[in-house]
C-alpha cells in the first residue's frame, strides 16, 4: 500500500496527460471538426469513436476479446462526446476519462497483465479458455456497459447544475 499510494501522484498525472491527449484529438479535434461539416448529430458522434474504438484493439489477445474492448471503446466514447456536446467542453469529458482509467490502471487489475502494472489489487491470471471463441457480446460487457451508463449520468447531472 505505501509503494502504491507513493507512486499514486506521479501515475495520476501521467493518466492525466494520456487521457487529455485522447480527449483533445478524439472529442476536441476530430468530433468538432466533423460538427463544423456535418449538421447530423449521427455523423460527428459516431465517425470519431469508431476511430477511438479502433485503436483500442489488442492484438495480444483473441479476436472476442479485443472485438468486445473495442464495442467498449465505442459505447464508451459516445458517452464522453455526448458530454462534450452537452457541457460545450472538453472537461467533463477529460474527467470521465480520467476516472475511467484511474480505477482501470491503478485499482485492480489482472496479474502479469500488460495494464497491471500499477494496479493496487491484483487477481490472478484467468485460465485459458478452451473450446470455440467466446462470446463477443456476454454478461461481462453488458454489466461493463451499464457502468459506462451509470456514469455518464451522474456526470450529466452534476454538469447541469
Known amino acids: 500500500l505505501q ?10 498525472m501521467a493518466l ?4 487529455g ?12 471538426q466533423f460538427a463544423a461539416r456535418f449538421s447530423n448529430p449521427l455523423v460527428w458522434m459516431t465517425l470519431p469513436n469508431l476511430i477511438f474504438a479502433a485503436v483500442h484493439w489488442y492484438n495480444g489477445s483473441g479476436f472476442a476479446d479485443s ?23 472538453i472537461g467533463a469529458a477529460i474527467g470521465f476519462h480520467l476516472a475511467n482509467n484511474a480505477y482501470a490502471f491503478l485499482m485492480v487489475g489482472e ?4 495494464d497491471s502494472g500499477l494496479a493496487l489489487f491484483h487477481y490472478p491470471p484467468l485460465p485459458a479458455f478452451e473450446g470455440p471463441e467466446p462470446p463477443i457480446l456476454s454478461m461481462a ?12 449520468l451522474a456526470v450529466r447531472v452534476a454538469i447541469r447544475r
Open 111 to 114: 496479474r502479469g497483465a500488460p
Open 141 to 152: 460487457l453488458a454489466v461493463d456497459l451499464m457502468v459506462i451508463v451509470l456514469a455518464w
Open 67 to 89: 472485438a468486445t474492448y473495442v464495442l467498449w471503446a465505442f459505447c464508451f466514447g459516445v458517452a464522453a462526446s455526448d458530454l462534450v456536446a452537452r457541457s460545450g467542453s
Open 21 to 32: 491527449a485522447e480527449e483533445l484529438f478524439y472529442r476536441g479535434y476530430l468530433q468538432q
Open 3 to 12: 509503494a502504491w499510494a507513493a507512486t499514486l501522484p506521479l501515475a495520476l
Open 16 to 19: 492525466l496527460i494520456q487521457t
